[in-house]
């Protein structure tokens, strides 16, 4: 069966300190990876997606991934975190139906 | 930028009622779906839709839920008679243009209250 696994349920971090949030995956095929932001009351904005090739996939406003087979990972970084990255973040695996992780609230202390 | 809108951005409802969200996916896009998160849970595929028909749901997606496309543009989800579990966000996504890619584009989303 397919499922995420985020085991962060809740980082701080100091602003300017750098990010890296786990995210472990088990699916049958070869997996379609995403990471997506939720901000309070706001939707689901895609960071990022890996389909094939280079396993460091780089998204929007700094944030890159990368996807380690051995592993089953596909842990999402951040050199230099802003405050207004805090937010809650998900992994989410699949192609047509999304299976997604618990989420990690990020939360940036100045 | 194209973008996802969902209506209302919140319906309260009694337990029992018939609520119908609506959603307008990306205009080229061809794949469409509903996920929601119930209050401090996961994201939750309940179906997915293509080509006027649903190709895959889970087993949220039981008899009291029905999903259309009346139109070109709208999607939309209608729970029959609601239940105190539903009250959740519901969200709306598309993906799937020219090319198909996996991209799901989400809406704002419906937070759905039934008391």
């Known amino acids: 069966a397919q499922s995420v696994t985020q085991p962060d349920i809740h980082i701080t971090v100091s602003e300017g300190a750098s990010l890296e949030l786990r995210c472990n995956y088990s699916?049958?095929?070869?997996?379609?990876l995403f990471w997506y932001v939720q901000s309070p009351g706001q939707g689901l904005q895609l960071l990022l997606k890996?389909?094939?090739?280079?396993?460091l996939v780089q998204g929007i406003k700094g944030f890159e991934a990368e996807f380690k087979r051995s592993q089953s990972s596909f842990n999402l970084r951040k050199p230099s975190v802003h405050w207004s990255d805090a937010a809650e973040y998900f992994c989410?695996?699949?192609?047509?139906?999304?299976?997604f992780g618990q989420g990690t609230r990020l939360t940036i202390n100045p | 930028e194209p973008e996802v809108t969902q209506t209302p951005s919140h319906q309260v409802t009694q337990m029992g009622q018939e609520v119908i969200l609506r959603c307008v996916p990306i205009?080229?896009?061809?794949?469409f779906y509903w996920y929601r998160q119930i209050l401090g849970q996961k994201v939750e595929f309940l179906v997915s839709?293509?080509?006027?028909?649903?190709?895959?749901k889970s087993e949220i997606f039981d008899d009291q839920f029905s999903v259309e496309r009346p139109d070109g543009s709208n999607f939309t989800l209608k729970i029959r008679s609601t239940k105190l579990e539903d009250s959740a966000m519901y969200f709306c996504?598309?993906?799937?243009?020219?090319?198909?890619?996996?991209?799901?584009?989400f809406g704002p989303g419906t937070r759905l209250t039934v008391t």
């Open positions: 996504a598309s993906t799937g243009g020219a090319s198909v890619t996996y991209e799901q584009y």
């Open positions: 699916y049958g095929a070869t997996p379609y």
């Open positions: 890996y389909f094939s090739g280079d396993t």
């Open positions: 989410a695996v699949g192609r047509q139906k999304l299976v």
């Open positions: 205009s080229n896009h061809l794949y």
């Open positions: 839709f293509y080509n006027n028909e649903i190709s895959e």
